[in-house]
Each structure stands twice: as C-alpha cells, then as structure tokens.
C-alpha cells in the first residue's frame, strides 16, 4: 500500500515567466501574490494539508528570493537543486529525482507541480486515491475543454476505448490513457481532454526522463517521456479534477500564465474576504474586495467587485473600480473609471482616467506605460 510518506513533492519553480512580463522581471512567478499569499506557498499549503510534507524545489531565475519565502515553512523535509540551464520540464523533474535519490535511502514515488497552478488539497487527495487504487505508474491532471484555444497551451490526451467518461472524476478507476501530444494543432487533438502540469509517478518514470531528446521547441518536453511509458505498457492513468468545462477565459483560474490570469486567479480566492474597515459612508463597496491598511479613499467612490487595494494606497472621488488589483502606494486621480486592470507599484494616475484590460507599470524612464492584454 502507497504511503503519503513515501512521496517527495516536487515544485518546478525555475523558469523566467516571460508572458508574465514585465511584472516577471521584478517578481519571480512563483512569489507573486495571490489574495495576500504568494503562489508557492499555496501551493506548498495545500500539499501540506493532503499530508504531504517532503519537498524537492526547482530553483533557477531569482533563486535566493524564491528559497527566502519557502524557508517560512516549517517542520517539512526540503530539498532544493538549481536547474542552470532552463531546457524543459522533463531536465528540471530529473534533475530533482536524482538530486532525491543521492539524499534519501528509501524508495520514493513523487508528485509533480508546476509554480503556478493551484488546486485544493482534496484534488491533491484525489489524484492520490487513484493513485493507490489503480496500481498506476503515471497519474495525469486532467481538465475538459472543447475551445480551441486551450490546445495552445496544454497537452492533448487520448482515451483508451476501455475508459467511459462517467469514471473521469472515478479515484478507483479514473480514464486510462492510450497517448498524449504536447501543444497540438486543431487536426491533432486527441479527445476533449487536456493534461495539467500536475503528475504523479513511480520510480520507471527515470528511465524515460533520461532518454529524451530536446524538441523543436528546444525543450526536453515531459510529454516525450509519458508517451514513452505509454509505448512500453506502463498503466497511464488521468483523472478530471476540474468540474467545469474549461475555456481560455476561465483556465486563469487555475493556471497562472500571463497577466490578465492574474486578477482571474485573484478571483478566485477573494471571493470569501471582505473589505477592510471603510469609514466613509459615501464610498459604495460591492463585495468582495479588500483593503489593505493606509489607503485612503475620497467621496463617492465605487469599489467592486473583486478589488484588491495594496498597502498606502490613494483613490480620487468619484473613482470607479471593478476586477482591478492595486499593488502598492498606487494613486488614482479623480473621476477615474478602471475596469480588469492591474497597476503596478508607485504607478499615479491623472484626474479622468479611463482604462480596460490593461496592466499599468513604469519604464526604466519612470514614464507610465500600458500594456493591453
């Protein structure tokens, strides 16, 4: 029987997050903040929480940053191992296993995340009890979706003619999966069903890894090595764990890629918080949003919803705000209207803005710059 401690989580958190840019080349993806936690602590939380509490972190891009916050979390096993040339998932998830095995004198099976998405810990549990209960080599994360747009960004998966969707959310049974491509085009896709940066895996998992070549992307791809155990016979397994059908609106959510899924993740986890203590009885709030200490807000102003108001903040009168993250000492001039916007720190804004889906930063000049998403 698989025991949660003989599984080493490992975190891919090495990578450069271009499409995260400029936001990224201050803040590393794993550190950026996600309704007042930063992403990888949640992550590690919700590992904890499903009983977890070996850890094996890739680090690369603002490594001392990245080990500085994961060095908050106590009374867990951590292992770190720098990955210095940023070549694939597949080298990262080696380079851990091996970095495991020169440290540890068990035999270690080991979850796989990326730093940027986050799921409960009872989808962590869920692909676990799978896990157990199929006497799988591999189990992948999936997520339905019939847009298009998806392909773009996961990999495709095909289901075995032995697997009926009822099982898809099934932690005895789940969907048995017959091959696997990373990224496909439209006159590719397999099934309705996309892969998650989110694996478990035995130790067979090693044999694959060290025998992948680079990819035309130039990246030793993770897909490459589970359509290698698929072809050798080992038993793949995937299981849904997002209820929902996905789309390329709603996958932010969950996984983190470019700036707008930043106020969708936001979303997602400030729908139980409320506002901080408001005392001006003319400034209208439409839960949720949340306020940070030292903000000041002038007359009739309109916050909400989904709002975050970093720390020394200022909002002009008859301001209007809605799915827009202020980081902090932001200042917004009056008559302001602002809607699915992100500005960025020390960022000020001149009476009678009006501004949409947009994330709001200044240049090495100190001018203001706006980059639509």
């Not at 392909?151 to 959310?169: P, Q, R």
């Not at 589970?226 to 397994?237: C, E, P, T, Y």
Request: aromatic share 6%.
């Amino acid at each position: 029987m698989e025991s949660k401690a003989s599984h080493f989580v490992i975190i891919l958190a090495a990578g450069y997050a271009t499409r995260l840019r400029p936001l990224s080349d201050k803040i590393p993806k794993p550190l950026i903040d996600i309704n007042g936690k930063s992403i990888i602590s949640r992550i590690i939380a919700n590992f904890r929480e499903a009983g977890f509490t070996k850890f094996c972190i890739v680090l690369g891009y603002k490594k001392e940053a990245i080990k500085k916050e994961i060095l908050k979390n106590k009374d867990l096993e951590i292992l770190f191992v720098e990955q210095k040339h940023l070549v694939g998932m597949a080298d990262a998830i080696l380079l851990s296993i091996n970095h495991i095995t020169q440290n540890v004198n068990s035999i270690t099976n080991f979850f796989i995340t990326a730093a940027d998405i986050l799921f409960s810990k009872n989808k962590i549990i869920q692909m676990f009890n799978l896990y157990k209960n199929s006497n799988a080599d591999i189990i992948l994360s999936l997520m339905k979706s019939h847009d298009i747009e998806i392909a773009k960004g996961h990999g495709n998966v095909e289901i075995s003619n032995d697997s009926d969707e009822v099982n898809d959310t099934d932690p005895t049974r789940g969907l048995i999966i017959t091959d696997v491509i990373e990224k496909p085009k439209a006159h590719q896709i397999l099934s309705v069903y996309y892969s998650l940066p989110l694996y478990l895996v035995n130790q067979k998992i090693v044999n694959y890894l060290e025998t992948i070549k680079i990819s035309k992307r130039g990246e030793k791809e993770f897909q490459d090595a589970i359509k290698k155990a698929i072809i050798q016979g080992d038993n793949i397994r995937g299981i849904n764990i997002i209820k929902h059908l996905i789309t390329q609106n709603n996958i932010g959510q969950y996984h983190l890629t470019n700036l707008k899924d930043l106020i969708r993740m936001n979303k997602r986890f400030l729908k139980d918080s409320v506002s901080g203590k408001i005392k001006n009885k003319s400034i209208k709030i439409v839960e949720p949003v949340r306020v940070n200490h030292d903000v000041i807000i002038d007359n009739n102003v309109l916050l909400g919803p989904y709002v975050i108001i970093g720390k020394n903040c200022k909002i002009g009168k008859h301001s209007k705000l809605s799915n827009v993250i202020l980081f902090d000492k932001v200042d917004i001039g009056n008559y302001c209207e602002l809607n699915w916007c992100i500005l960025d720190e020390n960022v000020t804004l001149s009476d009678n803005s009006c501004l949409k889906d947009c994330f709001i930063t200044k240049n090495e000049k100190n001018q203001l710059e706006i980059i639509n998403f």
